[in-house]
């Protein structure tokens, strides 16, 4: 069964930076497209941004140019480095792990609290 624990969630100021972390077990990790959504109090969960197997990047176009997703196959890991945080960034952001191999699993970590308030 696959697991996925989402950390480094926490308060900051306007235009502080985060690294969120997502660790992946249970499964071969390179079959997965990984993935990092969003919920903020009230709203619809949204896709933040996306990594294939190979590495190609997707984003919403609210983050681009401030975040960064990154992945480490070799320490079955997904990364989201955020920078230039703003309040409207303001969210429960959870792990995505979508099978694109051998089925079509999806995944959900438990997500992580972002605050971003001075």
């Known amino acids: 069964q696959v697991q996925l624990v989402e950390s480094g969630g926490d308060l900051v100021q306007p235009g502080g930076s985060l690294r969120l972390s997502c660790a992946f077990s249970g499964s071969i990790f390179n079959i997965y497209v990984m993935g990092w959504y969003r919920q903020a109090p009230g709203k619809q969960r949204e896709l933040v941004a996306t990594v294939t197997t190979n590495s190609i990047t997707n984003y919403a176009d609210s983050v681009k140019g401030r975040f960064t997703i990154s992945r480490d196959n070799a320490k079955n890991t997904v990364y989201l480095q955020m920078n230039s945080l703003k309040p409207e960034d303001t969210a429960v952001y959870s792990c995505?792990?979508?099978?694109?191999?051998?089925?079509?699993?999806?995944?959900w970590g438990q997500g992580t609290q972002v605050t971003v308030s001075s």
């Open positions: 995505n792990a979508r099978q694109i191999v051998g089925g079509i699993a999806v995944y």
